[in-house]
């Protein structure tokens, strides 16, 4: 069957459109669906214009307002910085339904890089107000955008075929070779140009993800119009009316409540921080509850509450490199090697570098081993553990040292990013992979929306504890928060025998 007749024959059954592959060559891109390159390549955009500017955000909010900045101070920009990725990620949720059941997912992606994109280009405009307006546009873009480019990755694999796990970690490289070039470039315009010169570096960036991802479309699965379980016309045209009224209740309700003095940036945050615990449990005990998820599918959420709570402390961890850990380089690192001076934001790359070098060598070893490769829970306890000894590391340069005075060498913070970087190949990848697996049929993108929201959770968590940062002691802050990571990974490798009996078939 060619490949337009494929496209215009409705499946039989809608689930079998989610699992299989696309028809045509499928071993195209180093032993990979020709659509993991375009995937790949979006999210090289994506994350070099999210991260890029993601890695100057905290500077920006931190520098005073003489030098173009917002003027906080380092816990509350940390703070404002974590609640930001707090709504990023809540959005996400919306963004998975909507593709299930309005967008599609190749429309929903499309929507959602067209929202970031205008998002980074409004806060290239060097006034507040555009800055807080591109936030919640790239919130929103990013929450359409982030869960169904990586469901749109579990569909060009069936759900027993072993290169899954290693196309998911060539898939995660393209995700870092955009986190390794975007704080360079932002980076340096913010430090030479100023702050909106970064801003615009992200902008241009997203669009050209966009122009390739529409180019390459024809490779992808899950590229139809509309839905794969999309709603009836009379309850989808509710839906949309729904969507708007409640959006501009929303923006109306906000902008009272800031108008009257009660909705402040404290406040905002703990209200964030407050819906990213909320979310997850009454989505959780919806999936539980549908009529739509069968008894087997039930029993496999259960392993997946393990999985989410370690993707929940681990990225608690990994957040901070684009705010303690960049304040941290900022005041008490070197950043100059061998006479050549960098800005601080350049470490942020240091994670994307190791990222992009390591994970060709993880999908190596996976697709070698295949079969008698580890269980995924335990490569997501090792990442866990792995992201609590990079904040452990920190203890030793900033222990017995005055905070304001001693600059630790560039190789602690680089160390530190090398353990976070293989941490977040092993606990992404494979979360991802197990959740296109693990994941019911009839929420397929809303369940790697679920995913997304372990990061929300994480984010929510950390825009609370950062405020401690600068309050508590260096060696303390990195400390305890290493440690509680180190003994959650142990926790799930003990928990190992349950997982993999529970979560079967994955392996």
């Known amino acids: 069957m060619s490949r337009t007749e494929a496209d215009a024959e409705p499946p039989a059954d809608p689930s079998r459109e989610s699992t299989e592959p696309p028809p045509g060559d499928d071993h195209a891109f180093f032993g990979q669906p020709r659509g993991l390159l375009t995937l790949s390549g979006l999210e090289v955009w994506e994350r070099f214009s999210f991260l890029g500017m993601q890695a100057i955000l905290v500077l920006y909010f931190a520098d005073s ?33 909507l593709a299930d059941r309005i967008l599609g997912s190749y429309r929903a992606v499309l929507w959602g890089g067209i929202l970031i994109a205008c998002g980074h280009y409004s806060m290239a405009v060097p006034t507040a107000t555009m800055t807080w307006v591109g936030l919640g546009l790239i919130s929103a873009g990013t929450g359409l955008l982030k869960p169904n480019v990586a469901s749109m990755v579990g569909k060009l694999y069936r759900t027993d075929d072993d290169r899954r796990d290693a196309g998911f970690a060539l898939y995660y490289m393209g995700i870092n070779i955009g986190a390794f070039a975007g704080p360079l ?10 702050w909106h010169w970064g801003f615009s570096a992200a902008a241009i960036g997203m669009t050209f993800g966009l122009i390739q991802y529409v180019l390459g479309r024809r490779h992808l ?28 209740a929303f923006g109306a309700l906000a902008a009272v409540l800031a108008g009257v003095g009660w909705l402040t940036m404290d406040r905002f945050v703990d209200v964030l921080t407050v819906i990213s615990v909320i979310a997850p449990i009454v989505y959780f005990v919806v999936m539980f509850r549908s009529p739509r998820v069968s008894g087997e599918e039930r029993g496999r959420l259960k392993p ?52 992009v070098a390591l994970a060709p060598v993880v999908a190596a070893v996976w697709a070698r081993m295949g079969h008698r490769q580890p269980h995924a829970s ?27 005075t001693y600059k630790m060498a560039v190789w602690w913070i680089v160390g530190s990013y090398l353990l976070l970087g293989l941490g977040d190949i092993l606990v992404e990848t494979s979360g991802m992979s197990a959740t296109t697996k693990l994941a019911p049929k009839a929420f397929a993108s809303q369940t790697m929306a679920l ?57």
Not at 79 to 88: C, I, K, N, R
Not at 305 to 318: D, Y
Not at 379 to 399: E, H, N, R, Y
């Open 378 to 404: 335990n490569k997501i306890a090792f990442g866990v553990i792995l992201g609590g000894l990079s904040f452990l590391l920190m203890v030793l340069p900033t222990s017995g040292h005055g905070d304001d």
């Open 185 to 194: 470039i932002t980076g340096w315009l913010g430090d030479h140009k100023g």
């Open 65 to 97: 307002v003489a030098n173009d900045g917002m003027g906080m101070d380092s816990g509350t920009a940390a703070s404002v910085s974590a609640a930001y990725g707090t709504l990023v990620y809540l959005v996400s949720v919306a963004g998975g339904w």
């Open 451 to 507: 995913w997304f929201l372990s990061l929300a959770l994480a984010n929510g968590i950390q825009a609370q504890i950062v405020k401690l940062y600068g309050e508590v002691s260096n060696p303390a802050y990195f400390g305890v928060n290493g440690a509680i990571a180190v003994a959650a990974g142990v926790a799930v490798i003990l928990l190992a025998p349950w997982l993999r009996r529970t979560m079967h078939p994955v392996h």
């Open 304 to 355: 997946y509450v393990v999985l989410f709570l370690a993707s929940v402390v681990f990225n608690f961890i990994l957040f901070q490199a684009y705010s303690t850990m960049i304040l941290l380089a900022s005041t008490n690192a070197e950043t100059s090697i061998l006479g050549f001076t960098f800005p601080a934001s350049w470490y942020a790359s240091a994670l994307g570098a190791f990222e």
């Open 221 to 248: 699965a899950g590229r139809k119009a509309s839905a794969e379980f999309a709603l009836p016309k009379d309850a989808m045209r509710r839906a949309v009316v729904l969507i708007v009224v409640g959006i501009l």
